[in-house]
C-alpha cells in the first residue's frame, strides 16, 4: 500500500504504533478503520526490518457521558461514573459495562488478522500508579496547561481550574467533579450538582490525593501522557481529532510543552459515512462492528477499509442496499488484476499492495 510503504520508509529505530478506544456503548463497524489501518502500518514498518510494538488501549475511565446508550431507569444513577465502574448492562460476568462492549468489539481483531502485541486498560493502568508522575506534572503546570488550551483551542478555562478529575469517594462519579487547588500532596475538589447537563454530583468537597487511581487526567493530557508512558511513535486517529485547535493539536502542544517530549507521528483518516453521516458509538448510529463481521469476510472487510486513502471517506450503506455485493465483486476484481488478469474498467493506482494489505496473510500466493 503505497501510502504505508512511503511512511515506513520516512522513519528508522524502534517503532511503538498505538490506538485506543473509549468504549461508550455498541461500537459501530467504522472504529475497525482504526485498527485495521494500524495493523497495515506495523505490517509495513516490519517489512523494512523496523523493530516494531502494535498497543491497543481502552479508556475505560472516561466518564458515561452518553445518554442514547442507557436505558431510561439507569441514566439517574449511572451518568458520570467512570465506564469501568459501571456495571455490566447484560450481566454476563464482565466485570463492567466497559470489558462488555469493548471485550465485545477487540473479540472481532483476531479473526480481521489485526494482532496487538499488548492490550491495556487506563483503569489497570491508573491504581499501580505508572500516571501519577504525569498526574503532578499537569498540576504543577497547571497555568501553562491553561495557556495552552487558550492559544491552541480559544477554550477559556478559569484561573482556577486544574487539569485532573478526581473520581468522587462518595458517589464515585468522575464527570461532576472540579479540582480547583493544589498543595503539592492534595488537591482540593468539589462534586457538583450542576456543573454539566447529564449529570448530577453529590455535593461533596474535601481534600484529597489525586494519585494510585484516585483521579485521571482530562483526555488531551491523558493521550499526551500515554505517548510518553508508552514511548508512541505513530498513532493513526480520526479526522475530527485532527482539525484545527482539536484533540491532536491540543495534545501535541501539551506533550512538547508539558511532559517535553515530541508528539509521535500523525496518520488522519477519514470516516466510515451512512447517507454522507459519519457512524457514531456514543450516538448510536451506525451498524454494530460485530454483527457486519459476522456477515463479511475478514478480508473483504479489510479491503472496505483500505481501498481508499486514509484521507478519503468511506460511504457504506449495508442495510436495504446492494453495498455487500458490490463490496465482493471489487475484491475479487482486484483480485483479478493483482493476479495479472485483464479486468474491466480503471483500477486504483497501487491495486496490488491495496489487495495483499487487505489479506490475512500477505505472502499467499494470488
Known sequence: MDWADELASQVSGPQVVNDSKTPSGTVHVGSLRGPVILDVISRALRANDL???????????????????????????????????????????????????????????????????????????????????????????????????????????????????????????????????????????????????????CGASGWISPFGGAAKLPWNLEWAAQWSLFGVTIEPGGKDLSTAGGSRDRSDAIAREVFEREPPLNVPYEFLNIGGKKMSTSKGHGAAAHTIAEVIPP??????????????????????????????????????ATAGHEVKGEISPGYEATFRYALLDPAADV
Open 51 to 201: 523493530e516494531t510494538t502494535l498497543l491497543y488501549g481502552v479508556d475505560d475511565l472516561d466518564p458515561m457521558d452518553a445518554q442514547a446508550l442507557l436505558t431510561p431507569d439507569a441514566i439517574e444513577r449511572e451518568m458520570g461514573r467512570p465506564l469501568a465502574h459501571v456495571p455490566d448492562p447484560v450481566g454476563d460476568c464482565h466485570a463492567s459495562y466497559a470489558r462488555h462492549f469493548a471485550g465485545i468489539f477487540i473479540d472481532i481483531f483476531a479473526g480481521l488478522g489485526v494482532n496487538p502485541d499488548r492490550y491495556y486498560w487506563m483503569s489497570d493502568i491508573y491504581p499501580t500508579g505508572a500516571m501519577d508522575p504525569y498526574i503532578r506534572l499537569a498540576l504543577d503546570r497547571a497555568s501553562l496547561v491553561r495557556e495552552i488550551y487558550r492559544r491552541v483551542a480559544n477554550v477559556q478555562h478559569p484561573d482556577s481550574w486544574h487539569p485532573v478529575g478526581l473520581i468522587c469517594p462518595t458517589c464515585g462519579k468522575v464527570g461532576t467533579t472540579i479540582v480547583s487547588q493544589w498543595n503539592g500532596d492534595d488537591v482540593f475538589f468539589e462534586c457538583r450538582a450542576d456543573l454539566v447537563t447529564w449529570a448530577h454530583g
Open 299 to 336: 478480508e473483504q472487510l479489510r479491503f472496505l477499509f483500505l481501498r481508499p486513502r486514509p484521507n478519503q471517506a468511506i460511504e457504506f450503506a449495508p442495510e436495504g442496499t446492494d453495498a455487500i455485493p458490490r463490496l465482493f465483486d471489487e475484491f475479487d476484481r482486484f483480485a483479478a
